[in-house]
């Protein structure tokens, strides 16, 4: 069956970088492409970005531009998401999504709690 | 881009019917047929329940139905039941590749 295991939570200061990593089972990993989806406590689900783990290439939201960064190890089936200058505002459940292109997010990893605090 | 526009809240009795908005523009719902909805239990990963608009996942009951008219589309669930009580997100594919969700619906079963 398919899975996404996501790394666990984590707890920064305002200026750091986290990196959250997605492990992929169950099917075969360049074959869909995998986006990174976030959630503030309380509030509604944001895009992120997403990658093509076949070729590397990637699409990011305007709103984390220049900040995020999601890559891929292609040989181990997992899947990264880098991102930088955190703030408290970015303190949220990190969300890696499977998705058959343009078919929705159809397999969903279980989160991984980001806390930002000084 | 801006978030689509849900109603914050929608209720129904167990066994009616309801139906959930999601108003976009051109340059997301209406420019394209890939909208899709998610069911969100608190504390839960959300669950692809449609995509393309009006396709069900196997798996999902058939209580649940989408469609789309110009920039809006929209999420009926029939039948409801005590479970069907949840978050609700709807999604869109957009210009320059880009997705976008809902404000999100939270759906009560008085």
């Known amino acids: 069956q398919v899975q996404l295991v996501q790394s666990g939570a984590e707890v920064k200061k305002p200026g750091a970088s986290v990196k959250v990593s997605c492990k992929a089972s169950g099917y075969t990993f360049v074959y869909y492409t995998m986006h990174w989806v976030r959630q503030a406590p309380g509030q509604r689900l944001e895009w992120m970005g997403w990658?093509?783990?076949?070729?590397?290439?990637?699409k990011y939201s305007q709103q984390f531009q220049g900040r995020v960064t999601i890559t891929r190890d292609a040989s181990a089936t997992t899947a990264y998401m880098e991102l930088r200058s955190l703030t408290s505002g970015d303190t949220a459940v990190y969300y890696c999504?499977?998705?058959?292109?343009?078919?929705?997010?159809?397999?969903w990893g279980q989160g991984t709690l980001v806390s930002v605090s000084s | 881009q801006s978030a689509l526009t849900q109603p914050a809240s929608v209720s129904g009795s167990p066994g009616q019917s309801i139906t959930i908005s999601c108003a976009g523009t051109r340059s997301d719902i209406g420019g394209y047929d890939y909208v899709s909805w998610y069911q969100q239990h608190p504390g839960k990963a959300p669950k692809l329940m449609i995509y393309?608009?009006?396709n069900r996942p196997s798996g999902v009951s058939s209580r649940f139905s989408g469609s789309k008219s110009g920039n809006t589309a929209s999420l009926t669930i029939s039948g409801l039941q005590a479970d069907d009580e949840a978050d609700y997100y709807c999604s869109s594919y957009s210009d320059n590749s880009a997705y976008v969700f809902g404000t999100g619906t939270k759906v009560t079963v008085l």
């Open positions: 393309e608009v009006s």
């Open positions: 999504a499977r998705s058959p292109i343009n078919r929705g997010f159809d397999s």
């Open positions: 990658l093509n783990p076949g070729n590397g290439n990637t």
